[in-house]
């Protein structure tokens, strides 16, 4: 049974550019949240797709956006980065229902340059 | 405003020592925590959950923590620390829906 997957591993961009992560949730779940965590800090929390709808987000600007598809795998689009973008991106992935456990992936780690 | 504080960002024991690691949360509503151990250049792994069943909580590779609503903590103990367990803990507060709420982490050393 495959866990949390992300894709790419790693990624390296310059100032300006966009990017695009991406998640496949574990087998079953149905929500989808993502996560930014500095170096030597927690990871902190950007959103959360359920049935492909944005359900909750946090204090993060319009630059991060994202998507849910049919199959529950999802995306992470951020533009116009600059370098206190760089960060590991985590995704996390669980079933629907108040406080349901997340389970991780292992991230993409993104370095601007 | 839901927030975690976790008391020590390096904790350094010898191996087989007790491991306590803590964790003070601040609800406005009863709340659900968990912890999570981080291996360098990997994800989160949960270790254990409360969610109001029992103030004890078991959780995986032989650690515990205990809920105080007295004094809003849940700290992590394990009776004998294991070399393996060398990585950085997190503790994490959800009170609506599954957003996280995380500490700043603490980074656990374990001495041979």
């Known amino acids: 049974d495959a866990g949390v997957t992300q894709s790419p591993t790693h990624l390296i961009k310059t100032r300006g550019q966009q990017v695009t992560l991406r998640c496949s949730p574990k087998?079953?779940?149905?929500?989808v949240s993502w996560y930014q965590q500095a170096l030597g800090q927690g990871p902190q929390f950007i959103f959360q797709?359920?049935?492909?709808?944005?359900?909750q987000r946090g204090n993060f600007p319009d630059r991060f956006s994202g998507h849910q598809f049919p199959n529950y795998s999802s995306e992470l689009n951020v533009n116009a980065l600059w370098l206190g973008d760089s960060a590991l991106y985590l995704c996390?992935?669980?079933?629907?229902?108040?406080?349901?456990?997340?389970?991780f992936g292992d991230g993409t780690r993104l370095s601007i340059l | 405003a839901q927030s975690v504080t976790q008391l020590g960002s390096h904790v350094s024991v010898s191996e087989g020592a007790l491991v306590l690691l803590r964790c003070n949360y601040s609800?406005?509503?009863?709340?659900?925590l968990f912890w999570y151990v981080q291996y360098p250049n990997q994800g989160l792994q949960l270790l254990l959950k409360?969610?109001?069943?029992?103030?004890l909580v078991k959780g995986i590779n032989g650690f515990e923590a205990e809920f105080k609503k007295s004094e809003t903590s849940f700290h992590l103990t394990k009776p004998s620390a294991h070399m393996s367990d060398a990585a950085e803990y997190f503790c994490?507060?959800?009170?609506?829906?599954?957003?996280?709420?995380f500490g700043a982490g603490t980074i656990l050393r374990v001495k041979s």
């Open positions: 087998s079953g779940h149905d929500t």
């Open positions: 994490a507060v959800s009170e609506y829906g599954n957003k996280l709420v």
């Open positions: 996390a992935s669980s079933f629907s229902g108040l406080n349901q456990p997340q389970h």
């Open positions: 797709y359920y049935e492909e709808e944005e359900r």
């Open positions: 609800s406005s509503v009863p709340p659900y």
């Open positions: 409360y969610t109001s069943a029992a103030t």
